[in-house]
């Protein structure tokens, strides 16, 4: 076979149908937050990010920095090894057990990242669990998919947050088996907010255990960046919590919260928790130190709420469709890749606004977007900026405004 073609073939297919990912070569300027350096070739140009993750600015918070630099002159860069030969640092102890406290749960566990955390935690229980059934919310992140897939145990779709079609699948299921409802708070893309409550009654009456992906709500949701579940006041009903470091927290590595015994065995049996390095101590003191701050303050998260309340108003001023949700996600939809696309590089090379086109299979086709996040940095400026730069490109372009 002609391996090399076969790539390339591949490829073509994806630039054909708009669906190639080319990234943005960014360097972030510490203390300019959310602006980068832009590198195009030769080109190097400031640019103001609209799409980070970095949800609230804590990537260069002057708390996190400092417990960075600190843990980097104890401890030196690496952890040295896997958590059970010699990689258990005294700070992802500490961390676990600010993470167990954040959540109110007995335990905690540390992942080198959210995708790890969801893909070891999620197919080591329902490949456990004799005769497991997952009944996963249909909009999952592929992080849930890939762990419930490599557990092989048998699962059941869900409408995405139809609570009527999850009591179906339930009950349908039979009493005798172990079943296990996976499912997200805030969805990534639509940004739209699952009613958890609800779900963890259904869970309860027919007894399955309920794992919920809290990535993009931990630290912006609840009184003290708990998430959604802290908000609407459900954490103790939920038998797993996973969450990110990376997004709110601004730093990197996933965990899941729950009881002793159940993070214990995750602990003992997921291969992908034993066999890998553990995170870097100035990481784990970065998260510690952002995590201790964001249960206290909640500056960070009323001053997002309110930007993303202007950059919604805004839009709808000018015209410009974006879905309505609940969420501090503004997801502008375009329909098309090449369009989206288009409308991206313009808005980059035109007004230097960096905002990354979101298309197939990160969401389903004809619903290409661009994914807006508004943090606590952007200011009026920035918000005018955008909104006039994107009311420019929509009728240069004629698209359709918004009644
Ligand atoms: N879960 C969801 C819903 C996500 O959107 C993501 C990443 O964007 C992850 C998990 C993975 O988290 P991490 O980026 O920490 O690997």
Not at 16 to 34: H, I, K, S, T
Not at 35 to 48: C, E, I, M, Q
Not at 115 to 129: E, F, G, P, R, W
């Amino acid at each position: 076979m002609d391996y090399q073609s076969f790539f390339k073939g591949k490829l073509n297919d994806l630039r054909e149908e708009g669906n190639y990912r080319v990234f943005a070569d960014l360097e972030r300027q510490n203390g300019n937050f959310p602006h980068a350096n832009h590198h195009d070739g030769s080109a190097v140009r400031d640019v103001t990010v609209w799409c980070s993750n970095d949800y609230l600015g804590m990537g260069q918070n002057q708390v996190v920095l400092d417990a960075m630099r600190e843990a980097l002159d104890r401890c030196g860069a690496g952890s040295g090894g896997t958590r059970n030969i010699s990689g258990t640092n005294h700070y992802h102890v500490l961390l676990e057990r600010e993470l167990a406290d954040l959540h109110g749960t007995e335990s905690a566990l540390l992942f080198t990242s959210g995708y790890v955390s969801n893909m070891a935690a999620l197919s080591t229980l329902a490949a456990s669990l004799p005769g497991c059934v997952v009944v996963s919310d249909e909009l999952n992140h592929a992080s849930m998919i890939e762990g419930i897939r490599h557990s092989r145990a048998d699962k059941v779709i869900f409408k995405h947050n139809d609570v009527a079609d999850l009591e179906a699948k339930l009950k349908a299921i039979g009493p005798d088996r172990p079943k296990l409802v996976a499912f997200e708070s805030v969805y990534s893309m639509d940004g739209d907010i699952a009613p958890i409550a609800e779900i963890c009654a259904v869970a309860e009456k027919y007894g399955a255990m309920t794992y919920i992906d809290e990535v993009h709500a931990v630290g912006m949701y609840g009184q003290r960046g708990g998430g959604v579940s802290e908000q609407d006041g459900v954490a103790s009903r939920l038998t797993v919590i996973e969450g990110t470091l990376a997004k709110a927290f601004g730093v990197m590595g996933g965990y899941i919260c729950g009881s002793t015994a159940l993070c214990d065995f995750v602990r003992s049996f997921a291969s992908a928790f034993i066999f890998t390095t553990a995170l870097p101590p100035a990481v784990a003191a970065g998260a510690l130190a952002s995590i201790r701050h964001l249960k206290r303050s909640s500056a960070e998260r009323l001053r997002q709420k309110e930007r993303v309340s202007v950059v919604r108003r805004k839009l709808d001023e000018a015209g410009i469709p974006h879905y309505d949700n609940p969420s501090h996600i503004v997801p502008v939809i375009v329909g098309d890749p090449v369009k989206c696309k288009e409308i991206t590089d313009q808005l980059m090379d035109e007004y230097r606004i960096y905002v990354q086109p979101i298309n197939y299979p990160t969401v389903p086709k004809g619903t290409e977007r661009l994914r807006i996040t508004p943090g606590p940095l952007h200011t009026d400026d920035d918000i005018d900026h955008l909104v006039g730069a994107l009311s420019s490109i929509w009728k240069k372009r004629g698209l359709v405004r918004a009644a």
